[in-house]
């Protein structure tokens, strides 16, 4: 039998570079317990096993031994329970296929130029300026504005937007949010849910993009709860993993010398999207006995794929590390697969994109020692609270600080 592995994805080490992690794990095999009993997948075709196996199940109060989470009367806490990333099966189906018509390849071009203005004048706007906070200058804004103009509701407060974003990643990380970020998360939620709730009774033109959200509740298809919880959900997804991919790609790029003109090639926008998840890793829970390989995950087990490992599978991709414009292999697991396959893939590519053709345009180029990055201190999701771009800095590798927390 295989002897259990250690693993921490909070130690400092891991936050600076969690590749550095995941390259002995995926040398040990594809599938390891760690001594906690978690299991943890870094294969290519063990993580697209595991997420495309509806034995594995994001609800986790569905799982023999995995309870919810704490404190269900907290409006934050019931309002993650009803998002469609938490869901299983035909719960997931029946919100899920109310919202997927908004995020369409074909109604996504439709603000591709709209994007295209707004990276154009986020950059003229910092133009000169000898230090370029990536996050808060560009990545974020432009996530925010983006998806606030999709869902119509250009009226809503975007630095609340931005704070539940921020409060309500608790419940996609693998610890127990403490009593004060309990706290947190539904006073935001509370103060969003209100302003999501007026863009619904809004949307009376059935050219509203949330005209078929309101008609689905007024109908009885959706609970105004759900409603508001998914849009919720759509809201906080739809900014932090686009900020995340703008600025991991942006950082690949500077450090493989990536040119504006290269990403005129798709192949190479793939590999940045392959190097460059907006999730590390995701969890699911055993809802029965799974064989998976010679490993038997007993029911009620949490399992922790490791998405950006299993994009960097050695075994899979040759040269895992680099851009190889002429790679052929399957596909990145950035997006996931299976039932949860991200639903706003098409905008999330569009946006970055759009994002890394006018920064590398636009940003003369620095060498990697110009960059400074400081990450929030999570597990599965990689997100630089800034990612400080000094301009004609010093040659040699990125700064990471750690933010202390």
């Known amino acids: 039998m295989q002897a259990a592995v250690h693993f921490n994805p909070f130690d400092p080490g891991f936050q600076a570079d969690p590749f550095a992690f995941y390259r002995p794990l995926a040398a040990a095999g594809p599938l390891h317990r760690t001594r906690l009993g978690v299991w943890i997948a870094v294969g290519y075709h ?42 299983d099966g035909a719960a997931h189906d029946r919100i899920r296929g109310t919202f997927s018509p908004l995020f369409t390849r074909r109604n996504i071009l439709r603000y591709q130029d709209e994007i295209d203005r707004g990276a154009q004048a986020l950059l003229r706007h910092a133009e000169g300026a000898d230090r370029f906070d990536l996050v808060r200058d560009f990545a974020l804004p432009l996530a925010t504005d983006t998806i606030k103009a999709m869902l119509g509701i250009g009226d809503c407060d975007s630095a609340l937007i931005q704070r539940f974003t921020t409060d309500s990643v608790i419940f996609l990380e693998p610890v127990t949010p403490t009593a004060d970020e ?66 991991a790609g942006y950082l690949t790029m500077a450090a493989q010398s990536v040119a504006a003109a290269d990403l005129a090639n798709e192949a190479v926008i793939n590999e940045l999207l392959r190097l460059s998840p907006s999730i590390h890793m995701t969890g699911r829970v055993a809802a029965e006995d799974v064989l998976l390989g010679s490993s038997m995950i007993k029911a009620g087990s949490l399992v922790i794929v490791a998405i950006a490992a299993g994009n960097r599978d ?71 609270r800034r990612v400080l771009v000094r301009r004609g800095g010093a040659d040699g590798g990125p700064t990471t600080v750690d933010n202390g927390r």
């Open 182 to 247: 309990l706290v947190q998360a539904e006073q935001s939620y509370h103060r969003l849910a209100a302003q999501i709730a007026g863009a619904i009774a809004a949307a009376n033109d059935a050219a509203h993009p949330l005209h078929p959200i309101r008609t689905r509740v007024d109908e009885g298809a959706l609970t105004a709860d759900e409603a508001a919880a998914n849009i919720a959900f759509v809201l906080s997804a739809g900014i932090d993993t686009t900020v995340n991919l703008i600025c």
């Open 46 to 87: 063990e993580c697209a096993a595991i997420l495309g196996d509806s034995r594995f199940l994001r609800d986790h109060s569905k799982v023999p031994r995995r309870g919810g989470r704490h404190d269900p009367e907290n409006r934050a806490v019931q309002s993650a329970a009803m998002a469609m990333l938490n869901l």
């Open 314 to 384: 050695p075994l899979v991709f040759s040269n895992p590390d680099a851009i190889d414009p002429h790679r052929k292999g399957p596909v990145s697991l950035g997006f996931g697969a299976g039932r949860h396959f991200c639903i706003g893939v098409h905008l999330a590519k569009l946006e970055a994109a759009i994002a890394w053709r006018h920064l590398l345009r636009h940003l003369p180029p620095v060498g990697a020692g110009a960059i400074e990055i400081e990450y929030e201190r999570r597990a599965f999701i990689r997100t630089p």
